[in-house]
């Protein structure tokens, strides 16, 4: 479980990072960009990919594509949602994600819908409703703060389903990574340059150094989920479970104690609700 415990760690981290951006006074994009040079390296030193499968016929590039679009800008939306919503909110929404993936699954992929799945999806539906629930005038980015918690919702409930569509293709997974970090990386660096053209936006080390820690990060987040599946092959619910209650559970501690994030009785209600739907498709 240590891998499990390691891979929540820095899938929080991630959103920590992203909460002192401002205040560090980074450029989240240049530092997504970063990010992406990071992942890229990593997973060549990590899993030496094997590049060869990418050129044959059945390589899903229009799932690639997808995901290399989809990845920088959800990225960003995370940010975005991190700063006006918090990470408790933000990282609940994230792992609730998988709903939008499970009824894919059930909808397009033929799994069979249980009663403990389709409990947790209506629970998780629920406990998205109240963990978004925001009653803020103060300002407007205060007021939107329930939007951008649903864009990364949605978003990484879209990348989930395009990952499946990969996997089933058959490419290996580090092959994969190289390709998808690759794409995000050139879709990263066209969105910095259109910046630097129209807001004349200037690279400076300092974005680069925090692109470099939140690469460090989010690898880190993919590299110690699969070894922890590695470590127990015959417990993948328990895997699952483990990593998303213990990121919803862990965001919640960072962002009250560290960050002072106030929550309502109706996110507080959420929060619960999620970590009982998380449950019920894990262990259904």
């Known amino acids: 479980m240590i891998y499990v415990l390691m891979s929540v760690a820095c899938s929080v981290l991630v959103s920590v990072l992203l909460k002192l951006a401002r205040r560090l006074q980074v450029d989240v994009g240049q530092a997504i960009a970063w990010n992406y040079v990071a992942t890229s390296v990593l997973t060549w030193s990590v899993f030496h990919p094997a590049l060869a499968v990418l050129r044959s016929a059945q390589a899903p590039w229009l799932g690639f594509v997808g995901l290399g679009l989809l990845l920088p800008l959800i990225f960003l939306a995370l940010a975005s949602s991190v700063r006006s919503a918090g990470i408790v909110r933000t990282d609940a929404a994230q792992r609730l994600s998988l709903l939008i993936?499970?009824?894919?699954?059930?909808?397009?992929?033929?799994e069979t819908l249980s009663l403990a799945k389709g409990a947790g999806v209506?629970?998780?539906?629920?406990?998205?409703?109240?963990?978004?629930?925001?009653?803020?005038?103060?300002?407007?980015?205060?007021?939107?703060?329930?939007?951008w918690p649903l864009v990364v919702f949605a978003g990484f409930g879209l990348i989930d389903i395009l990952f499946k569509q990969v996997a089933r293709a058959g490419t290996p997974f580090a092959a994969s990574l190289q390709a998808m970090f690759a794409l995000a990386f050139v879709v990263s660096l066209a969105i910095l340059l259109w910046r630097r053209w129209h807001d004349r936006?200037?690279?400076?080390?300092?974005?680069?150094?925090?692109?470099?820690?939140?690469?460090?990060?989010?690898?880190?987040?993919?590299?110690?989920?699969?070894?922890?599946?590695?470590?127990?092959?015959?417990h993948p619910s328990l895997v699952f479970a483990s990593m998303n209650l213990g990121v919803v559970a862990l965001g919640a501690?960072?962002?009250?104690?560290?960050?002072?994030?106030?929550?309502?009785?109706?996110?507080?209600l959420g929060l619960g609700l999620a970590l009982g739907a998380i449950g019920l498709i894990a262990w259904g």
């Open 253 to 268: 501690v960072v962002g009250t104690a560290a960050f002072r994030e106030r929550l309502s009785g109706v996110n507080v």
């Open 201 to 234: 936006t200037f690279f400076t080390l300092r974005d680069a150094i925090a692109g470099l820690l939140l690469g460090l990060a989010n690898f880190g987040n993919i590299v110690f989920y699969v070894r922890g599946h590695q470590a127990l092959p015959d």
């Open 101 to 110: 993936s499970l009824l894919a699954a059930f909808l397009w992929f033929g």
């Open 122 to 147: 209506a629970i998780g539906l629920l406990a998205l409703l109240c963990m978004v629930w925001k009653v803020d005038t103060r300002g407007s980015d205060e007021a939107r703060g329930w939007l």
